[in-house]
């Protein structure tokens, strides 16, 4: 198949690792593999990385060649989740709610960005996946796991609730009761439970997750592209029908648990190391 003049274009251009400042990029074929690193050592999700992962999934929707898409964090860790120190953020408590409510877009745009990609979406995941890295990880088609992986929710032992529209995609991959385990215990699930659960699909020794991921994708660049990209748009749409509908509200849910005196200890606790005491306010 022969791309066209603007589709070539669009390529050359979305491929130049010099336009991204938290991102890299590398193509072989019908695959391409997207790396991402946050600003610290634990690859946290700043606003500025997610809203250039956001530009990317939304310009490859016109990259008509690709087949599947593998994205991966640092080989020590995927992401410590929704960097609390981000400056955006922590300036949030002095804009209007308006301007609050732009600002919580953010999270959620990324992941409804990467859920909306036609191309198989892997990612592949070595440390821990916390947090808003989990949302975004189940935002995608298929996780790969190494053994030191473990994914931790930990948003309600903080005081706020789990946002970015991520509830649905949890319930449809390990039920309902299990959601509830992973949400409102807030433990940390290593690999092999994870794929247990059904919250990852496959598991490998560690340092080998992005190599799975890489196998994966050249099965499915193998396969008839437009078939693989119908078959995941009817799966996705037969799953996910009601999703906005039943979490449309969860942004400005976080903004009024963000809001609360137990959010304040719950980020306090966290900080200082120690127990957090709740009071319901």
């Not at 590398?26 to 391409?32: A, D, M, P």
């Not at 992962?53 to 410590?80: K, M, N």
């Not at 198989?120 to 995941?125: K, L, Q, R, S």
């Not at 979490?247 to 200082?272: I, K, P, T, V, W």
């Amino acid at each position: 198949m022969r791309m066209t003049r603007a589709q070539e274009d669009n390529g050359s251009s979305i491929m130049k690792n010099s336009q991204w400042e938290n991102l890299t990029l590398s193509r072989q074929g019908r695959v391409l593999e997207v790396a991402f690193q946050g600003s610290n050592k634990l690859n946290s999700l700043n606003n500025a990385l997610m809203r250039e992962l956001t530009e990317l999934a939304q310009q490859l929707q016109f990259d008509s060649e690709l087949s599947a898409i593998i994205l991966t964090g640092t080989p020590e860790t995927f992401s410590a989740g929704m960097d609390l120190r981000d400056p955006e953020s922590a300036n949030a408590r002095s804009m209007t709610i308006a301007e609050q409510r732009q600002l919580v877009k953010v999270g959620p745009a990324m992941c409804a960005a990467w859920e909306a990609l036609e191309p198989v979406t892997i990612a592949a995941i070595e440390g821990w996946c916390i947090g808003g890295g989990t949302a975004l990880a189940v935002a995608c088609d298929w996780r790969v796991a190494a053994e030191n992986a473990s994914f931790y929710v930990p948003e309600l032992k903080l005081g706020m609730n789990m946002s970015w529209q991520s509830i649905p995609r949890f319930s449809h991959l390990i039920g309902p009761s299990k959601t509830k385990q992973l949400l409102i215990l807030a433990e940390p699930l290593n690999a092999i439970a994870a794929e247990q659960w059904g919250l990852c699909d496959y598991v490998t020794p560690s340092g080998n997750a992005l190599a799975k991921a890489q196998a994966l994708a050249e099965q499915v660049a193998s396969m008839p592209p437009v078939p693989v990209r119908m078959a995941k748009k009817a799966i996705n749409s037969s799953v996910g029908a009601l999703d906005n509908a039943v979490s449309f509200m969860d942004a400005d849910q976080f903004l009024l648990a963000q809001n609360s005196e137990d959010a304040q200890e719950g980020m306090r606790a966290f900080f200082e190391k120690r127990a957090p005491h709740f009071k319901g306010n």
